[in-house]
């Protein structure tokens, strides 16, 4: 009963102490002091001493509010890398912490190394996580368009236990958009090898065929259809890997490739 007293007290305190500076004639209003004297989490950690679920807890919902508040007025989120570093101090478990918190860091704080800040310390606390770095590649892939980062991050996710499939198949798209075919194609393969579901190796199939008439059209566009026929050919040399054979018409204007 006297440790919850003692941590009801000293919350109180440090809450009221902020409440009141924040209030000062000078403080009020501005953001630049919203939170700026909320205890670390270091010092939460030491006040919860035995109940630092609740205090998690508490400091999500404080999150929370804080998020949807500023989303509603001025949209000012500069505070919320530090909150959400605070629960992760308390919980370093908490998953959805850093799925959630890295995404709306990055997005909606527009602080994207903040957000891969939050992400790194997610995946040296939950090593065994898919979910965190597929969260980092997703991030890198739509919102920095480092495409090679994102390739990174989703490799790493698809070789943690439990890994969906798709992993691999965002990682496979990022190669794609970042122009190495090659290395796209190679990732299908493994995904088409490594499936004994009939719809996934279809679409592997058809993604593979894809990344084929993308390459060939763009090199037909740039060196015309005198040097297609020998550059496929040099090409198809590279790619013994394909789990399949394919038939290619060389048309004037565009070159078709089907699988067979």
Same mark, same amino acid.
């Given at each position: 009963?006297?440790?919850?007293? %003692? ?6 305190? @440090? ?11 000078? %403080? ?15 010092? !939460? ?24 508040? *500023? ?6 989120? *500069? ?13 370093? %478990? ?10 709306? !860091? ?52 698809? #070789? ?14 990022? +190669?794609?958009? #970042? ?10 393969? /493994? ?15 058809? %993604? ?16 015309? !259809?005198?040097? !297609? +026929?020998?550059?496929?050919?040099? #090409?198809?040399?590279?790619? /013994? ?10 048309? #004037?204007?565009?070159?078709? @490739?089907?699988?067979?």
């Amino acid at each position: 009963m006297r440790k919850i007293i %003692n941590i009801v007290f000293l919350l109180g305190l @440090v809450l009221l102490s902020a409440y009141l500076l924040q209030n000062q004639n000078e %403080n009020k209003n501005k953001q630049a002091n919203e939170l700026l004297y909320f205890p670390s989490g270091n010092l !939460i950690k030491q006040i919860s001493l035995d109940y630092k679920t609740t205090v998690t807890n508490y400091m999500w919902l404080q999150t929370v509010q804080y998020y949807g508040s *500023h989303m509603l007025t001025d949209k000012d989120l *500069h505070q919320l890398y530090n909150l959400f570093d605070i629960i992760t101090e308390l919980d370093p %478990n908490l998953l959805q912490c850093y799925v959630f918190g890295g995404t709306i !860091i990055t997005y909606d704080q527009r602080s994207p190394e903040l957000g891969m800040k939050l992400m790194l310390k997610g995946m040296s606390n939950l090593p065994d996580s898919w979910q965190v770095p597929f969260i980092a590649g997703f991030l890198n892939y739509m919102y920095t368009r480092d495409y090679f980062a994102a390739y990174k991050w989703f490799s790493f996710a698809s #070789e943690k236990p439990d890994a969906p499939y798709y992993c691999k198949t965002f990682a496979a798209a990022a +190669k794609k958009r #970042e122009g190495d075919y090659i290395t796209a194609l190679k990732l299908w393969t /493994q995904i088409y090898n490594n499936s004994s579901n009939k719809l996934e190796r279809e679409n592997a199939i058809k %993604n593979m065929v894809v990344l084929l008439s993308l390459d060939f059209n763009k090199n037909l566009s740039e060196k015309g !259809i005198k040097d !297609i +026929k020998d550059y496929i050919n040099e #090409e198809f040399k590279k790619m /013994q890997f394909l789990p399949f054979s394919s038939s290619v018409k060389i048309m #004037e204007d565009t070159v078709i @490739v089907e699988s067979r």
